[in-house]
């Protein structure tokens, strides 16, 4: 089904085919590799507003701790982590992304590596603190599964997932064509309602809680969420939250 507007084209499926996964990646590739810059440049604007909760989602790991910035893009916050006194390892599927972070004047304890997140090898417990901005809507939903246990793995018991995501009032999976940041792209997306996600981080065996939700500014049924995400153990005082400011 084609859905088209003024500003974007939406190619939907249902269920996304076994030999789409590799294109639909690839796509998600070309689109931050053409747009490296303008999209870095995009980030430094919000940069406080995320670096104030890696403060407060961290606030509890003593230095020096370790982390991993899944998605990292240009690097902005996985170089905040390691002002914070973090090691810190920068994943990103864009070569020109990961290019622009490893150019920049960094502290000696912050690497990138250019790699598909879900191809990282991840030593278990061994990470303090991930941060997976506005990149889990790239995953593929027949994928996620076993990327959040992955990242669940990694982490270590008192560690703690940021998770910044995209929820909509209608769930489907899709190739959007679209000018984004000055530029033509296309790339896969999934869209995800809120019950969705929460359902999709509680059968991960994730206790969660909403620490921030707004407006999405394209978007009038969606919202950004802001997800703090901790292995469930079931003697933690912290019980899953349908969200805090929904």
Not at 203 to 225: C, I, N, T, W, Y
């Amino acid at each position: 089904m084609l859905a088209t507007n003024t500003r974007i084209e939406l190619l939907k499926y249902e269920r996304p085919s076994i030999g789409m996964k590799a294109e639909f990646y690839d796509l998600t590739r070309q689109t931050y590799d053409s747009v490296s810059r303008e999209f870095t440049k995009k980030n430094i604007g919000i940069a406080d507003f995320i670096g104030d909760e890696i403060v407060r989602a961290t606030s509890h790991v003593p230095r020096p701790c370790r982390a991993i910035d899944i998605g990292c893009g240009g690097g902005v916050y996985t170089a905040f982590m390691g002002v914070l006194g973090f090691h810190v390892l920068g994943i990103d599927i864009s070569a020109a992304q990961i290019h622009l972070g490893a150019s920049a004047n960094l502290p000696h304890n912050v690497r990138f590596m250019h790699a598909n997140a879900l191809n990282v090898p991840l030593p278990p417990d061994s990470m303090d603190f991930i941060l997976i901005n506005s990149m889990f809507h790239h995953i593929i939903k027949d994928d996620r599964p076993a990327f959040l246990m992955r990242v669940k793995r990694a982490l270590k018991d008192n560690g703690s997932i940021l998770l910044i995501t995209r929820a909509h009032g209608e769930s489907y999976e899709a190739l959007i064509k679209e000018r984004k940041l000055g530029r033509m792209t296309q790339r896969y997306a999934a869209r995800s309602t809120v019950q969705e996600l929460d359902d999709t981080f509680a059968q991960a065996g994730f206790s969660f809680e909403v620490l921030h939700s707004e407006p999405h500014s394209d978007d009038p049924d969606g919202v950004f969420r802001h997800y703090l995400l901790r292995k469930h153990h079931p003697d933690l005082i912290m019980a899953n939250t349908r969200g805090r400011n929904t």
